[in-house]
């Protein structure tokens, strides 16, 4: 319920349907409090009611599920979650409702559900595992699930650079930020919550005399008036990296309705020449008997609640502690007009601080109420006191919040006297920590060792620090406190709530020897869950170094890993679904080709057109068909622009070449085109393709689409790396060249109207290159030929590539021929035998392509040494062949094997294997390309080709690769 | 993880693409034998410390260079072009 003075609740929204209120900016923890609703979620395993426990993003009962639809959005804390005016909130894990939820039976049968009963029941039959009881162990534990639907929400992700990296905007925060920025750094302050201030805006301190909001708000002030000073609220970093990187998740959007325009969150990668941790401190509770009631609050969050929502988490509240906050807590509760119950301090020399009954040296033993607390059992050495309350505050001591510190293999040290871990110095490069989270738990010393560090970093990044920091008067007192992890009694005690792992699961884990705390946290689950064991690490490490005979810091820690708070994969990876998942590359011609229906196809990041459907077509086949019969018969236009196009310009680009090709391309004639192979330097072929001189000192090689990006890197790789005395450059031009093959018994007569250049046989024979103009139009004409036809290629700056390619498709229509696609041009080049990516798969040599006489002996090149191990050439050799169908009725498929026609077709019978396949309608039949044992010497063979994938059990022949004009006449004509 | 690009200064890893163990710097002549060339194509230790390699600033400058580091406390302790490395 609120508190009296405290601002109307206006903003109206739901839980599990029902219709609440709440004050603006308030959280929905906050706002259910307010509104009496004890009872919020169902635990992981047992479905035990769990109500809040604490006001913080380490929550670990109070999961929720934020609207409906596809857009869903499960496992909310609803301590982090703030309201907003149409809030859609439901219970998790809990069927039909969140008050009768039939799989809380687990709960009834828990004494044979502890730690590793999974391991140790489901082992047999083996096929159960996952037919049978994985799914049904699913569906009984687990919190909120996802809508299995397209998710629309919209995600983003961003990049910060700063000298100062302030992580955490409670007093050390807000200090350091403060000294840092005055003293001229660029800083970015990042704070979890929606407000700065950190713990102070859940207490009742006071700062130089005046209450403790004057100062945040007086320092926010300044922070906010400085340039270089970037304040970035409700954003919790999650991470620590290499070199002073660190990840931090924005929540943008998540406080209020939601908006299409608007992300829900924000992924970011800060770059900081330097951070100072001050992530302040986590509460944690004691694990005692039924300690998971609802109503069973931190000490910490009734504080929040009371002081900072002004919201009673209860009627009469008992406070249970081993330190003085038990006493702020009751304090500050007396002060609201909150009726205490009882304070119980487990220190035996407590005195009260207030008017209010305490009970020093005694424990909760026990709880009752199923739904919601409504009393406790208190032992003394003496007595046994029953207390009705409907909230009980814990406090069992702070763990400083040094998850940070570890991310890059840094271990934390114990600090007796806190009775907590600390962080070691130095445990990630460029990074201090201040503060609680230091282990400096008074706001005094926070705001003083806050000023100190930053002044100190400040000068280190050479800023002036033209004063002292001016520390204000604030709290100095002491942390007191007596360690007490675990009170003994019936019931169990419950140490991780959000995987439901209690003392018992610990004790069972050490008796079966998972001693080491890495061991004794996968066996019982224990630090697994979302929350990553931020309010039990700590207790459950304490209650195994116990059972074990051990020193807390003899059973050491396990590690803490990012995210420091779950990410969401779409915060991640924004902006990476659909169309952003990769770069699109278009080709010059694209519009044109879109506009004659041509379905599009992806070559690496390129689109290509697969075929240019004509009114009557019904199925690709007859398109490619007639594509195809357009270039062996009359003339056809193709976009090959996507082939990678390199400038090599030098008075070494010759040597140059000469390396990185097997053949010889310094005896290449100016105005003359060769085919170069290009090996890896493991003596396997990495690609081919054509190289043009156009000048002395003026080569332009092309690649294959595929592998384009790769062959720009070897050779700046070769230039840089192995042959860096050589006098070359290389630079890619793919984009700025369109380039179009023109293909067909006719292609000369087509590409007579466009350029002036003479281009009959005699003046520009085949593998013949040069500048030429295209209709005024400065160009380039290589005659080559991926087809076996007589064909150019030519090419003019890309901003004429649209206008050229409309223009020579319309001549070849004209002409009776027209536009082909990818088809079809794969169809052409496995008639001719030619290899693309398919075939030069990684594993293939020049010998194995038939190739070997290319590769020089005269000179050193990549590859050439490794080509001639042994092994790499000779009859056990896989070598490129033809296939072709005996059979007409059945199509062929690129994966099949070859096998002896009396072979079992298993693995190991296996005598080669199919990379390409096509139906040639020049050949009219089923045809195909294939890599086979000892395959030159095995011409006319028939074997049989099985593709298990696709059931196809055929025959075949074997016969050459070039399956059409095998001399090469048409080509030269 | 930050590199700092002689050319360009300091970006971060996504901007490079990885080879490997700088041991392509010394690469064989084509008559040293076939342990000298086992050696440079397919053995690479996996040092617990310092080590050298390869990478390429592909998405920047497209310079080719040699990353010192060190594979346990991840600190980046030099980076050359490895076109001024004398070998």
Same mark, same amino acid.
């Given at each position: ?46 479905? @035990? ?80 595992? %996952? ?61 979890? !919550? ?64 939601? @908006? ?10 800060? &770059? ?61 509760? =007396? ?77 934390? @040290?114990?600090?007796? /006297? ?10 990630? *490069? ?32 050479? +800023?002036?620090?033209?004063? #002292?920091?001016?520390? *204000? ?19 169990? #005690?419950?140490?991780? +709530? ?9 004790? =069972? ?12 946290? $996968? ?6 869950? *979302? ?35 779950? &990410? ?56 490619? !068909?007639? %594509? ?19 400038? &090599? ?14 053949? /010889? ?25 054509? /190289? ?65 250049? !003479? ?26 030929? +991926?087809?076996? %036809? ?8 890309? $901003? ?59 000179? !050193? ?84 080709? &099985?593709?298990?994938? @696709? ?23 | ?87």
């Amino acid at each position: 319920m609120r508190l009296p003075n405290t601002p109307e609740a206006t903003v109206n929204f739901t839980f599990d349907g029902v219709p609440m209120q709440a004050v603006p900016g308030e959280t929905l923890a906050s706002a259910l409090l307010a509104n009496g609703v004890k009872h919020v979620a169902r635990s992981f395993k047992y479905h @035990r009611p769990r109500g809040i426990m604490t006001a913080g993003s380490e929550e670990p009962n109070a999961l929720v599920t934020i609207g409906r639809g596809a857009n869903i959005d499960p496992n909310v804390r609803a301590t982090v979650q703030e309201v907003y005016e149409g809030l859609d909130a439901y219970s998790q894990n809990a069927w039909p409702s969140l008050r009768f939820d039939m799989m809380a039976v687990n709960d009834l049968i828990s004494p044979f559900l502890g730690a590793g009963f999974y391991y140790k029941t489901f082992m047999w039959p083996k096929a159960f595992w %996952e037919k049978l009881y994985e799914p049904v162990i699913r569906r009984a534990a687990g919190l909120g699930g996802l809508s299995a639907k397209h998710n629309e929400t919209l995600y983003e992700k961003a990049f910060g650079f700063c000298d100062v990296l302030v992580i955490g905007g409670g007093p050390a925060g807000l200090m350091a930020a403060l000294t840092a920025g005055q003293a001229g750094a660029d800083v970015i302050l990042a704070h979890e !919550d929606s407000a700065l201030g950190g713990q102070l805006l859940s207490e009742r301190e006071m700062i130089e005399g005046a209450p403790a909001r004057d100062w945040i708000a007086a320092t926010v002030a300044a922070l906010e008036a400085m340039p270089n000073v970037r304040i970035m609220t409700r954003t919790t970093v999650t991470g620590a990296y290499d070199q002073g990187t660190f990840a931090a998740l924005e929540r943008v959007g998540h406080h209020l309705p939601r @908006r299409d325009d608007l992300p829900l969150e924000c992924f970011w990668r800060i &770059v900081a020449k330097r951070a100072i941790l001050c992530a302040g401190a986590l509460e944690r509770p004691i694990a005692f008997p039924n300690n998971d009631r609802p109503g069973i609050i931190l000490a910490s969050g009734v504080r929040a609640y009371v002081n900072r929502w002004g919201v009673a988490p209860g009627q009469a509240v008992a406070v249970f502690g081993n330190n003085d906050d038990a006493h702020r807590t009751a304090v500050d509760l =007396l002060a609201a007009g909150v009726r205490v119950a009882a304070v119980i301090d487990s220190r035996h020399g407590a005195q009260a601080q207030g008017d209010y009954q305490l009970i020093a040296g005694g424990q909760v033993t026990a709880t009752k109420g199923r739904h919601g607390l409504t009393g406790v059992t208190v032992s003394t050495e003496t007595e046994d006191i029953q207390i009705s309350c409907d909230c009980l505050a814990i406090s069992g001591g702070w763990n400083p919040s040094l998850h940070l510190t570890c991310h890059m293999n840094g271990r934390p @040290r114990w600090d007796e /006297t806190l009775a907590a871990f600390v962080p070691t110095p130095d445990a990630v *490069p460029g990074l201090v920590t201040a503060g609680a989270c230091n282990g400096t738990f008074d706001t005094s010393g926070c705001l003083t060792e806050a000023a100190e560090m930053a002044a100190t970093i400040a000068k280190d990044l050479g +800023f002036v620090v033209k004063k #002292k920091p001016i520390i *204000p008067a604030a709290d100095t007192s002491p942390y007191q406190i007596v360690p007490l992890w675990l009170v003994e009694g019936r019931g169990r #005690k419950w140490l991780d +709530f959000q995987n439901d792992v209690h003392v018992k699961d610990v004790a =069972l884990a050490a008796q079966e020897n998972f001693v080491s705390v890495e061991h004794m946290k $996968r066996y019982t689950t224990q630090g697994m869950a *979302p929350d990553q064991g931020k309010s039990s690490n700590v207790s459950a490490l304490a209650v195994l170094a116990d059972v074990t005979g051990r020193s807390i810091p003899e059973t050491g820690t396990t590690t803490y890993r990012p995210p420091f708070v779950p &990410v969401a994969i779409a915060a991640m990876g924004a902006g990476a679904q659909g169309s952003g998942f990769a770069p699109e590359r278009f080709t010059t011609s694209h519009a044109a080709s879109l506009g004659r229906n041509a379905p599009m196809i992806e070559a690496g990041l390129w689109y290509r057109p697969s075929y240019f459907p004509q009114s009557g077509e019904t199925t690709w086949q007859q398109s490619c !068909d007639r %594509e195809v019969e357009y270039v062996r018969n009359v003339v056809g236009v193709c976009d090959v622009s996507t082939l990678g196009k390199i400038d &090599v310009q030098g008075p070494d680009a010759a040597v140059f070449l000469d390396f990185v090709y097997t053949n /010889t391309f310094s005896t290449l004639k100016l105005g003359r085109t060769r085919y170069g192979l290009m090996l890896r330097e493991d003596g396997h072929v990495m690609d081919d393709g054509t /190289t043009a001189r156009l000048g002395d000192d003026h080569y332009v090689m092309t690649t294959t689409t595929a592998a384009a990006g790769q062959v720009m890197r070897h050779l700046e790789y070769v230039r840089q790396v192995l042959r860096p005395g050589l006098d070359v450059q290389v630079a890619s031009v793919t984009e700025q060249w369109a380039q179009f093959a023109v293909a067909g018994p006719r292609s000369r007569e087509l590409l007579s109207g466009v350029t002036s250049a !003479d281009i009959s046989n005699e003046a520009w024979p085949f593998m013949g290159c040069g500048a030429v103009d295209v209709l005024g139009i400065p160009g380039r004409l290589f005659r080559i030929s +991926f087809s076996g %036809e007589l064909a150019y290629e030519i090419a003019v700056p890309a $901003r004429y590539g649209d206008s050229l390619f409309r223009l020579l498709t319309a001549q070849a229509e004209a002409m009776g021929g027209g536009a082909y696609g990818m088809e079809a041009l794969n169809v052409l080049r496995i008639e001719k035998g030619f290899i693309t990516h398919a075939e030069i798969d990684g594993r293939v040599t020049a010998f194995d392509l038939g190739m070997d006489a290319m590769v020089s002996r005269k000179k !050193d090149c990549i590859g050439q040494t490794m080509a001639g191990r042994p092994g790499l050439h000779g009859p056990e050799r896989r070598q490129m062949v033809g296939v072709c169908a005996i059979t007409g009725d059945v199509k062929l498929s690129a994966g099949a094997h070859l096998f002896e026609q009396a072979a079992e077709s298993v693995r190991v019978n296996s005598q080669g294997h199919v990379t390409s396949v096509c139906y040639s309608p020049t050949l009219d039949g089923e045809i195909g390309l294939a890599f086979l044992q000892n395959g030159r010497a095995r011409i006319g063979e028939t074997l049989r080709f &099985v593709d298990h994938l @696709r059931g196809i059990d055929t025959l075949c022949e074997v016969c050459a690769p070039v399956m059409f004009d095998p001399k090469g006449e048409r080509v030269r004509g | 993880m930050r590199i700092t690009c002689p050319l360009c200064g300091e970006r971060d890893r996504r901007e490079f693409y990885y080879v490997g163990d700088a041991v392509a710097l010394r690469r064989p002549s084509p008559d040293a034998g076939e342990a000298a060339w086992d050696d440079y194509i397919h053995n690479r230790d996996n040092p617990a410390g310092d080590t050298q390699d390869l990478w390429q600033h592909e998405a920047g400058c497209g310079a080719w260079v040699v990353v010192d580091r060190n594979t346990v406390t991840h600190a980046v302790n030099n980076v050359t072009l490895a076109a001024k490395v004398t070998r």
